[in-house]
């Protein structure tokens, strides 16, 4: 017979908790839910936006009613419970409604604070917390004008201005010198206030409610200097706390709100308590993410697991004021041990900070443009060092591929693990992949299977960024510390260790090692684990054809069309009279229409059948020409110029570096594509600093450059270092190269990763440490040794010849004759 749980408090800690115990054990309790609101489950957060006029109650309900029964949930919704017998282990509602527990869930919440002045009962005085507050503002809105809120907090403001939305004049009082002060400085602040003024809010600041005047209704609020505004509706925002009365009387341990545990547990061990009623280690929360957190830790120990632990919450705040966009997180005061980095452009409204100490994030607050706050958090809950981007990181996170625009790339350009919907704790990777999983093409669809952006609604530009990015092209992603996909539980830094300690050399050996969900894995996880085994056992791992891409497969890039482009490689950009004449007569014998001249200065020929690649391979390879693996997750090209041979500003040979350099690294496969070049001065004409490894030659010989890239957003380059010789730039070259391919996670550029692992490392590894920059040169020559052999030729002479053949011959007179 399953256990009986009761849970007080239908609020979204209650409920949240509830739903992740039925993911974990659905059938270990008997559930019964009390909530004193006649309603099923609501989302409390967006009362804001339905106060505003924005949504409806129904728009906001998480769980209604009929989710209680198909869930075998009793639901007393209207019933306050008033004692809880723990020596019975029962609890009693005000009407006489008696449940019996085994397990009791404690989730009350918090109340709202209402400041003891004269007045504060008086008819058309409210606070801001539940459905019936929101309902009484309304109607009093149709029948009246003036309102004043009481509180310049994140409430109050959102009170005000859905007020304002339903056509009243609002003033909003506050105590202190500035708005939002738990959330925001100085300068923000004012930025806020500014806005919020234009759209005709007006404020009192630093005023100190004495009475609340009226007769039958308020009319007025008096100040303790004297002065008196005419008020028809007062609103009481000035801020919560906890609700623990209840728990408190029935000899539950109590501060400043029921103290738990690390498991959610309060000093009862039958009895647990989420939410704002809670205190744990000292601190309450206000906010629905910690709220969630909790939620998941305490399913987990009711469900009997037994492994979560809940070690407190960094928080960060967004308002739900639609046209304002703010954000803030941690110490953003800072203190004498910190100090801070500012951007500021009051024309553009646009201001940041970020509080540091020893070059790591502790807080930041951002007004205007809040698009990188996300990737600040992140920097912030890692505890990442920034020595390395210190110089531009108030700038956003710069690293771009080549593709994509605007602000949809720079929410591409997000690790799988930066939070989007705080609320929820909804991080990007689970909103891509359930994109990708599920078909989703739209937000409320998005909502629907994630619940990012359906708790407050802030995050929803960033939701609908992924969203666009994700379906409108062939996104990847590059997650860390983060399982590698839904089929394992395991990152790629566990699966790469695993790979080499326990000399695993196939993908079957890999899952079954790894105890892969999945019998045959995914689209994800088939084409990392392949690479990770070709680059650790390059003589002997197997390299599975079928868990490549289509271009790797074909070795040839598809098109819109369906048809195919061929790039042979041109070494170093250089090219002969024989080559160009076997290129051209190619583009005539098969009818080619588009002859094009690429960014890395080779030749492409577009609009050819799949099954014409070999004939045309054959044909390029008896002048020379091999594939140029411009399809693959590999060393694309390397550019140069023409250097000292021929242009008077050259201060080396470029081109011949430029070849050796091709020569060295053509054919490895790489997490990414790799991207190099070799310019013969600082005039740079080849762009070796927006390349993955880029040379500019110097007359003291030659400046090494790393991690940049292209395209729309381009990233420039980090300097490595400067050597003398071609012979050390080459050594350097495959050192790189090597560790790149060793340590990234597929489908992470370069540089990403070094954002990733920080610039100094990679110098403490190749620049510092001439060992193992030694060594690991020798381990991708020794690599090149099994991969520098041309597929073009090896296809030619048979190799996967069912790739390019049709499966079947159809006719379709035929076909619709016998139809």
């Known amino acids: 017979m399953a256990e009986k749980l009761v849970v ?163 003033t909003v009082v506050h105590i202190h010198q500035t708005l939002m002060e738990r959330q925001l400085d100085g300068p923000a602040a004012t930025m806020l206030r500014k806005t919020l003024e234009a759209r005709g809010m007006h404020f009192l600041m630093e005023a100190q409610t004495e009475a609340i005047i009226g007769k039958d209704r308020v009319e007025k609020v008096r100040f303790r200097d004297g002065n008196e505004i005419y008020a028809d509706l007062v609103v009481m925002a000035v801020g919560i706390r906890p609700n623990f009365q209840l728990a408190k009387q029935a000899g539950i341990h109590c501060e400043r709100g029921i103290v738990v545990n690390d498991t959610l547990q309060t000093y009862d061990p039958r009895v647990y308590a989420v939410g704002e009623c809670v205190q744990h280690r000292g601190a309450t929360y206000g906010l629905v993410a910690p709220l969630f957190e909790m939620a998941k830790v305490c399913a987990n120990h009711l469900a009997m697991h037994g492994i979560g632990r809940y070690g407190g919450s960094v928080t960060s705040t967004k308002l739900k004021v639609t046209g304002i966009d703010l954000f803030s997180a941690g110490d953003f005061t800072g203190n004498d041990q910190t100090e801070e980095l500012v951007f500021q452009d009051a024309a553009r409204g646009v201001y940041r900070k970020l509080i540091v100490q020893d070059n790591r994030i502790k807080g930041t607050v951002m007004y205007g443009d809040t698009i990188d706050g996300p990737w600040y958090f992140d920097l912030m809950r890692d505890n990442t060092d920034i020595s390395d981007m210190r110089e531009n990181i108030l700038f956003g996170q710069a690293h771009l591929g080549d593709s994509g625009h605007g602000d949809d790339n720079r929410v591409a350009a997000m690790s799988d693990s930066a939070e989007i919907c705080g609320c929820n704790g909804v991080c990007k990777g689970d909103i891509v992949k359930a994109i990708v999983d599920k078909k989703l093409f739209t937000l409320e669809e998005v909502r629907a299977h994630t619940k990012a952006s359906s708790s407050c609604g802030s995050c929803t530009g960033l939701v609908e960024s992924i969203l666009a990015s994700t379906v409108g092209g062939n996104y990847s992603v590059a997650p860390h510390q983060k399982p590698m996909c839904g089929c394992t539980d395991h990152t790629h830094d566990e699966i790469r260790k695993a790979i080499k300690e326990q000399e695993l050399k196939s993908i079957r050996a890999v899952m079954n090692f790894l105890a892969w969900k999945t019998p045959d894995g995914c689209s994800k996880c088939r084409p990392a684990l392949n690479y990770y085994l070709v680059c650790q056992w390059p003589a002997e791992g197997l390299d599975d054809y079928q868990s490549r891409f289509i271009n790797e497969r074909v070795h040839a890039n598809i098109q819109k069309d369906g048809t195919y482009s061929v790039i042979p490689r041109m070494w170093g950009g250089h090219t002969t009279p024989n080559e160009l004449r076997a290129i051209a007569s190619v583009a005539e014998k098969f009818n080619v229409n588009t002859v094009h001249i690429t960014g890395g200065q080779r030749i492409a020929l577009y609009g050819l059948k799949k099954a014409e690649l070999p004939a045309i391979w054959k044909e390029l390879n008896a002048a020379g020409l091999v594939s140029g ?154 690599s090149q040794r099994f991969m520098q052999n041309d597929p073009w030729a090896e296809r030619v002479e048979g190799i996967d010849q069912h790739e390019f053949k049709p499966m079947a011959t159809l006719n379709l007179n035929e076909l619709q004759r016998v139809s």
């Open 8 to 170: 007080i408090g239908n609020g979204m800690a209650g409920i949240r908790t509830v739903e992740e115990l039925l993911k974990l054990a659905p059938d270990t309790y008997d559930i019964s839910v009390f909530g004193a609101e006649p309603y099923g489950n609501y989302n409390r957060i967006m009362l804001s936006p339905v106060l505003a006029g924005e949504k409806t109650i129904n728009d906001i309900m998480l769980n209604d009613e009929q989710w209680y029964v198909d869930n075998n949930i009793r639901l007393h919704k209207g019933k306050t419970v008033s004692h809880i017998d723990r020596r019975h282990r029962k609890v009693v509602c005000d009407d006489g409604t008696e449940e019996a527990y085994d397990r009791l869930l404690i989730a009350t919440g918090s109340m709202p604070f209402v400041i003891p002045v004269p007045g504060n009962d008086l008819p058309g005085v409210v606070t801001f917390r539940d459905i019936y507050d929101v309902d009484r503002m309304l109607e009093a809105s149709k029948d009246y004008k003036h309102a004043v809120v009481i509180g310049g907090g994140l409430l109050g403001l959102e009170a005000a201005n859905g007020l304002m939305n339903q056509g009243m004049s609002v």
């Open 629 to 782: 693996h411009a399809y693959g997750k590999a060393l694309r090209t390397v550019k140069t110029c023409v250097g000292k041979e021929w242009c008077r500003f050259g201060t080396q040979d470029s081109t011949h570096l430029g070849i050796e350099a091709e020569k060295l690294t053509w054919g490895s496969w790489t997490p990414h594509k790799f991207k190099m070049a070799v310019s013969g001065c600082p005039r740079n004409c080849a762009e070796a600093t927006i390349k993955d490894f880029g040379i500019v030659c110097v007359d003291s010989g030659y400046e090494l450059h790393i991690g940049g890239n292209g395209g729309v957003k381009v990233r420039a380059t980090d300097f490595l270092c400067r050597v003398n010789t071609e012979e050390e730039a080459l050594e350097y070259t495959a050192a790189f190269m090597q560790l790149y391919r060793e340590e990234a996670h597929y489908l992470e550029r370069t540089a990403p990763w070094i954002e990733r692992v920080g610039l100094t490392y990679v110098k403490e590894r190749l620049v510092e440490d001439a060992e193992n920059r030694k060594a690991l040169a020798e381990r991708f020559r020794y």
